[in-house]
């Protein structure tokens, strides 16, 4: 006698036996998921900066293979090409760090000396006013507990303890996982033609059927997001530069500081602009309150200027994403990952938007065939 099996009743148990397990065991996969990402965030945080400096190799490169068009010569291409990229961008933190950090001293002891002030004025009220000096001649010493300050004290300084050991933990966890993706992205910068091709043949293998599809894919994904890196920190340049040579023509406070965070803050889309010049306002009002609606006045005339001038002549229709679904990527990202992912969904979302609109066009003008005989 023959045992007759349906197919889909199998298919049906194995459903079941499965969310059954994920409804069981779903902390403990959880926990196992968060610890494997943990592991894998050095790695991750390392493939970024690799993807990012990869974008200056290329230039090196090729203008090494203009410099130098011996064979002996070529194979030094990716060793100066690596050395090139990363001093570049450490040249330009360090630029950046030394521009920065003095006139941030500068405000800051600005801001001491406004704050000693109001703080002085605060003491000398405190002291001359009568219902205070009452309400302190009423208070019974008595009745404050030695036990419970000897327990708060006790605290106070355990919580002290304890914040230090987390922030040191932090610090030295941080550092570690900052070497281990530094080191990491030089080895995918050093052997990328390798893992390229060791992809290519693991897609042939196993995904044959879908290699044109997803090839498309990628270098859709590729093309956006290198177009938006690039053309957002040409044009973060741009708009840092001007500030700062509009602010020193008008002889504004902290024309330095202040353009490097507009600079900064051109990254990200949209915001950016609005914390930029909402930190320049607010450091501006501490030196002169006059000086810092001139301020106001100038970065939004700058920030119109640059969204209908310099974005579309440096960036371009590289991207290709109308602005509403750019307002939709910024609003997606920012409730996802704060500043990171508004940074991250825009050419995430000009990937998708150009990879449906050409499907789209493809399936609503197909191309006819012709039959040869």
């Known amino acids: 006698m023959k045992l007759h099996i349906n197919k889909q009743h199998v298919s049906l148990a194995l459903a079941l036996f499965f969310l059954y397990l994920a409804i069981t065991f779903w902390p403990h996969f959880t926990h196992w998921c968060g610890t494997f990402f943990a592991a894998l965030t050095p ?37 100066w090409g690596i050395v090139l990229s990363y001093l570049t961008i450490f040249l330009i933190l360090a630029i950046v760090v030394r521009l920065v950090i003095p006139e941030l001293i500068s405000c800051i002891q600005l801001l001491i000396n406004n704050h000693s002030k109001v703080i002085t004025r605060f003491i000398a009220t405190f002291e001359h006013n009568s219902n205070i000096q009452e309400a302190l001649k009423h208070l019974d010493p008595r009745q404050l507990s030695w036990a419970k300050a000897e327990k708060y004290l006790s605290y106070g ?30 080895y995918l910068l050093i052997y990328k033609e390798m893992l390229a091709r060791q992809f290519t043949r693991l897609i042939n293998t196993y995904l044959s059927r879908v290699k044109l599809p997803l090839m498309y894919a990628i270098r859709t994904f590729d093309d956006c997001y290198s177009n938006y890196i ?103 990202g920012g409730s996802l990952s704060g500043i990171l992912g508004m940074m991250l969904t825009v050419p995430l979302f000009a990937a998708i938007y150009r990879i449906v609109a050409t499907d789209v066009g493809r399936r609503e003008h197909p191309q006819p065939t012709t039959n040869l005989k």
């Open 43 to 79: 790695l991750l945080i390392g493939a970024v900066i690799a993807y990012i400096v990869n974008l200056l190799l290329r230039q090196y490169e090729t203008l090494y293979q203009h410099l130098f068009k011996s064979k002996r010569a070529a194979k030094f291409k990716r060793l």
């Open 157 to 186: 300084f355990g919580g002290t303890f304890k914040a230090l050991v987390s922030t040191a933990s932090s610090v030295v966890s941080g550092t570690a996982t900052a070497i281990v993706a530094f080191f990491f992205s030089i």
């Open 230 to 332: 690039a053309g957002q920190c040409k044009d973060a340049a741009i708009l840092g530069i001007a500030c700062f040579i509009g602010m020193t023509i008008m002889r504004m406070p902290y024309a330095t500081m202040i353009g490097v965070v507009t600079a900064i803050g051109a990254l990200i889309p949209i915001v950016g602009a609005i914390l930029g010049a909402s930190i320049g306002v607010i450091l501006i009002f501490a030196v002169s309150p006059m000086q810092s609606l001139v301020f106001l006045i100038f970065i939004v005339i700058l920030q119109q200027f640059d969204n209908r001038v310099t974005y579309p002549l440096v960036v371009g229709k590289s991207i290709g994403l109308p602005s509403v679904w750019v307002f939709a990527a910024v609003i997606v």
